[in-house]
């Protein structure tokens, strides 16, 4: 039973490009994130969404976009890439807003070339 | 001053010794604060959870939390190699939710 998944792990693409990341959480939380990893290991907050509502954005460029269908789903989508987009990013998911635990996904790896 | 602080390590240990990282915090008016581990190449999952001062410990490990001195540390007792990762101190910062990160510290420890 995968608690928080993300769609597809693996994403190699070129610059300028168009892509989008998903994510799905099965724990019924309330409560989901975007997180960037960059090749330094730092992991950053870049979104969240509460019941479909954004309510976290961070200083990300306009080129990223997210979209929470329902509160089961939050999607990234990211509008004409560029090489420093090549991260891991993680979508997380809670049940508490600021003081519960945070349950990661497996991570999508972007390379941008 | 970063938000959230971590030596970065390496830190080595022996296999069976004591394990001890540290994080220090910015925002007093922090509430929650967490320990998340991550191996090489996997997502962080959560090792434990904080919310007053003092201490909290769960099998192996403690954690421990001064929000005066604006500390949090990670004890792990009998280290094994199997807790080489990092370690990453995670911040909760206001009612919004999110979590801020420290950069983390690895841990390798030796058999």
């Known amino acids: 039973d995968t608690a928080v998944s993300q769609t597809p792990k693996y994403l190699v693409t070129q610059m300028g490009n168009d892509k989008s990341i998903k994510c799905e959480q099965n724990?019924?939380?309330?409560?989901m994130y975007w997180y960037k990893q960059d090749s330094k290991k730092f992991l950053k907050i870049m979104f969240s969404y509460n019941n479909k509502e954004l309510i976290i954005n961070e200083t990300v460029p306009n080129r990223f976009s997210p979209k929470s269908p329902d509160k089961a789903h939050l999607n990234l989508h990211i509008n004409s890439l560029e090489l420093g987009d090549s991260a891991v990013y993680f979508c997380?998911?809670?049940?508490?807003?600021?003081?519960?635990?945070?349950?990661f996904g497996p991570g999508t790896r972007l390379l941008v070339l | 001053q970063k938000e959230v602080e971590q030596n970065s390590g390496p830190l080595s240990v022996p296999e069976g010794a004591i394990a001890s990282l540290n994080c220090t915090y910015s925002d007093r008016g922090s509430q929650s604060f967490f320990w998340y581990r991550q191996y090489s190449g996997k997502s962080p999952e959560l090792i434990m959870s904080i919310y007053s001062n003092g201490d909290k410990e769960d099998g192996r490990f403690t954690a421990q939390l001064n929000k005066a001195s604006q500390y949090v540390s990670l004890l792990i007792r009998d280290s094994q190699p199997s807790d080489s990762a990092t370690y990453l101190c995670?911040?909760?910062?206001?009612?919004?939710?999110?979590?801020?990160f420290g950069k983390g510290t690895k841990l390798s420890v030796k058999p």
């Open positions: 997380a998911s809670s049940q508490d807003r600021g003081y519960g635990t945070q349950y």
């Open positions: 724990l019924g939380h309330d409560t």
């Open positions: 995670a911040v909760g910062k206001g009612s919004q939710g999110n979590l801020i």
